[in-house]
């Protein structure tokens, strides 16, 4: 696959997003189908949402463009099936062209569900560091910045093992990219806290990173559902300070290039990983409003992947966000 030179948790079982639907024929409430804005939205975060690439990979940019993004997330290939989805090089040389026209990074790809590199079974395994090769190929291609990574499930080994064997399986699949040379690092993305999931705690994820240093870069995305079932505080303000510090004195706040920017419709501690609107779940809108004005935080990208229930959810989640940047505390919208 060629490369392209620069220029300048734990999925829900239901499978309720709408943008995971791979290859869908486009409908009328399709996001190609709003009016182009004039020009790239200007503001002081980068804040976008996980978008379909329905029709081609490189249609992700026009929609996430649609939407009012400054950055976006997608899959490079179907979630949900092994077998991958063949990039052409002309769709990466269009991709690129219209996120260096619409001021679209980072660029953020989440990785294929089925992978899990903490497994035991020798067969799955072995997919599993097949198709993650097959993952960081189409990152470099497509020129992201970030390529995110549920750690998986380490059921039929301990926890220390499970750590060992991801960090194993990386870099056996990382073997000849130069990943640094082409810009692109992976994330490590926090867990709701399943059973023999890793990743639910701040330490695990910086364990793994720690174990992945010197082999490819590697730093962190924190999503803000799972942090919250899997009992962290950071809806009151006491406790988001709290764990921001606690984020901080673990991970390294400068090291959460991505933020998963998701509601929860579970209760905090509940470890039920399941994804709600802005605002209109147990976690609520003021801890998104502290989360985006925190300065700590200026260099992360805030990204959605919020429900679609109806047409337009997407849209309203992004300028929900957006809205946020400009609300004052206790004047949220």
């Known amino acids: 696959m060629s490369r392209c030179n620069k220029a300048g948790g734990e999925p829900d079982a239901r499978l309720e997003y709408s943008y995971y639907s791979m290859g869908r024929s486009l409908t009328k409430h399709d996001v190609l189908n709003l009016p182009a804005p004039k020009r790239p939205v200007h503001l002081p975060r980068r804040i976008g949402i996980h978008t379909s690439i329905a029709g081609g990979v490189e249609n992700a940019a026009e929609r996430a463009y649609r939407l009012g993004c400054n950055t976006f997330q997608i899959f490079s290939s179907s979630p949900r099936q092994w077998k991958p989805y063949q990039l052409a090089g002309s769709q990466c040389e269009v991709m690129n062209n219209l996120r260096r026209k619409y001021d679209l990074k980072p660029l953020v790809i989440h990785a294929n569900y ?20 097959g993952e960081l190929e189409r990152a470099l291609a497509l020129c992201a910045e970030y390529l995110v990574l549920h750690p ?18 990386i870099a056996a699949a990382a073997h000849g990219l130069d990943l640094a040379k082409h810009n692109l690092t992976l994330l490590i993305e926090n867990t709701a806290g399943a059973e ?16 992945l240093r010197g082999v490819l870069p590697v730093a962190a995305c924190i999503d803000t559902c799972h942090v919250h079932v899997a009992g962290y505080d950071i809806v009151s303000a006491e406790g988001m300070a709290t764990t921001l510090n606690y984020l901080d004195a673990t991970i390294g706040l400068k090291n959460i290039r991505v933020w998963h920017c998701n509601d929860a419709k ?20 003021e801890p998104f409003r502290r989360l985006l004005k925190d300065p700590r ?37």
């Open 196 to 211: 023999f999931s890793l990743g639910s705690t701040f330490e695990q994820v910086t364990e793994l990173i720690a174990h």
């Open 152 to 169: 998986g499930s380490f059921r039929g080994g301990s926890r220390q093992e499970g750590l060992e064997r991801v960090a194993s399986a």
């Open 114 to 133: 089925l992978i899990n590199l903490a497994g035991t079974t020798p067969h799955f395994h072995g997919k599993s560091v097949d198709a993650f090769r």
């Open 297 to 333: 935080l200026a260099h992360a990208a805030f990204i959605a992947e919020t429900p679609i229930d109806k047409p337009g959810d997407d849209l309203r989640n992004v300028k929900t966000l957006q809205s946020l940047l400009a609300a004052r505390k206790g004047k949220t919208a």
């Open 266 to 285: 579970a209760a905090r501690g509940s470890r039920l990983d399941r994804h709600q609107h802005i605002g209109q779940g147990s976690i609520g809108l």
